[in-house]
């Protein structure tokens, strides 16, 4: 038994995720994404995908990464 860090539910199937040496508690994936996964710097949606990373800059999408004036990327493909 456990609980959840995000919501407080507390749950008999939690389970854990290690970040940067750090773990963390959740009881859903939504929790977890919610918690951990970074926010695309342009739309502020969650990056639960690749996503993109340029520059030390987090973004969903080459389109959200052009509209925020990085030019040198593409989707994964
Ligand atoms: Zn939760
Ligand atoms: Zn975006």
New binding site residues.
């Given amino acids: 038994m456990a609980r959840?860090?995000?919501?407080?539910?507390d749950?008999d199937k939690t389970f854990e995720v290690v970040k940067d040496r750090e773990r963390h508690t959740?009881?859903?994936f939504?929790?977890a994404i919610?918690a951990l996964a970074p926010a695309c710097e342009h739309c502020g949606c969650r990056i639960i995908g690749h996503g993109i990373e340029a520059e030390g800059r987090y973004f969903c999408c080459a389109h959200c990464a052009h509209e925020s004036g990085v030019a040198q990327v593409r989707d994964r493909r």
């Fill in positions: 959840c860090e995000v919501c407080g539910n749950y959740f009881d859903s939504e929790c919610h």
